[in-house]
């Protein structure tokens, strides 16, 4: 029965594994998790991620820069994920990120970014055929942890706004092997930059920026067992507003940035030592708007454990 449980607090510690495709989007694939942690269990992860582009779009034009040449971000995540019943999670993830560019003048940004908290409720468990069908709505929100500078794309390491997402997720499972897909939206509120004006397409005598919002939709399916597990996803961010990147110029924060991405994710458990499992996987981002070309790499460490003693 432990063997069991355990199995779906592994799965679930990767709500926390898939951080920063870009350094824009920390919040894309941090909750995109159907199951649940029990209560009283507590799932650690130490997570190591690095992403890098040498070609971007510069609105729908294909390009590469020699100014910047190979643009990377590294991330080093602390986190975890409680379950306050068997129904209700909570998850804190907080990231320290490094940019860097090997062309040019510009150096990078390293620093805290934003600390991210998600409350994930499963609604609804119903037995479907041979099947397992859930539903689950999942709050989150984010503000930074430092202040770092949003207008120094694409070396910032992040955008600085202060954000509140709500998601809908559905998953059906049958036997080993599951489909599940899911749509966010996500609110972002105004920030500032170090300036008292600028363009977009008109004038600002202001150092606020309008942020435009997002929304996050994605698929995935995979196989699980109680060693070894495997999940495909395509994800697929729009952003609501904004404006493309003028010819020859930086990105703003406001631009519109948009990508669809595929990834993978591996897990594995050790049997031999309870509670410890290593995640890998990566995402590659097939087209985009006003985003690099980017290829993301990461891995992580997890160990589950329950916070009370078992009777």
């Known amino acids: 029965m432990m063997k069991f449980s355990l199995l779906y607090i592994y799965r679930c510690c990767?709500?926390?594994?898939?951080?920063?495709?870009?350094?824009?989007?920390?919040?894309?694939?941090?909750d995109a998790d159907a199951l649940m942690i029990p209560k009283n269990y507590f799932c650690a992860a130490g997570i190591y991620s690095h992403s890098s582009w040498d070609h971007y779009w510069e609105g729908t034009f294909k390009r590469d820069n020699p100014n910047l040449g190979t643009v990377s971000t590294t991330t080093y995540s602390a986190g975890g994920t409680y379950g306050l019943s068997n129904r209700i999670n909570l998850t804190l993830m907080v990231p320290y990120v490094k940019t860097h560019a090997t062309a040019g003048t510009l150096r990078g940004e390293q620093n805290f970014q934003d600390l991210s908290a998600v409350i994930k409720w499963m609604a609804i468990k119903e037995e479907i055929g041979?099947?397992?069908?859930?539903?689950?709505?999942?709050?989150?929100?984010?503000?930074?942890?430092s202040n770092y500078q949003a207008d120094f794309l694409p070396l910032s390491i992040g955008l600085h706004s202060k954000n509140v997402a709500l998601r809908g997720l559905l998953n059906y499972q049958t036997g080993r092997f599951f489909v599940a897909g899911a749509?966010?939206?996500?609110?972002?509120?105004n920030i500032t930059i170090d300036r008292n004006s600028y363009y977009t397409t008109e004038m600002h005598y202001t150092d606020e920026v309008e942020m435009p919002n997002v929304t996050n939709f994605f698929v995935s399916s995979g196989y699980r067992s109680l060693k070894f597990n495997a999940e495909a996803v395509l994800t697929k961010v729009t952003t609501l507003g904004g404006f493309d990147i003028r010819k020859n110029d930086?990105?703003?924060?406001?631009?519109?940035?948009?990508?669809?991405?595929?990834?993978l994710i591996l897990k594995y458990s050790f049997q031999s030592i309870s509670g410890l499992e290593f995640t890998a996987g990566g995402?590659?981002?097939?087209?985009?708007?006003?985003?690099?070309?980017t290829r993301n790499f990461y891995g992580g460490v997890y160990y589950v454990f329950s916070t009370k003693k078992e009777k």
């Open 14 to 30: 990767i709500i926390i594994a898939c951080c920063l495709t870009f350094s824009q989007f920390a919040d894309a694939q941090t």
């Open 130 to 145: 041979s099947g397992l069908f859930s539903v689950h709505a999942i709050l989150s929100g984010s503000i930074p942890l």
């Open 183 to 189: 749509g966010q939206y996500i609110r972002r509120s």
């Open 250 to 263: 930086m990105p703003f924060p406001s631009n519109k940035m948009n990508y669809t991405a595929a990834g």
């Open 283 to 293: 995402n590659y981002v097939l087209n985009g708007r006003n985003v690099g070309q």
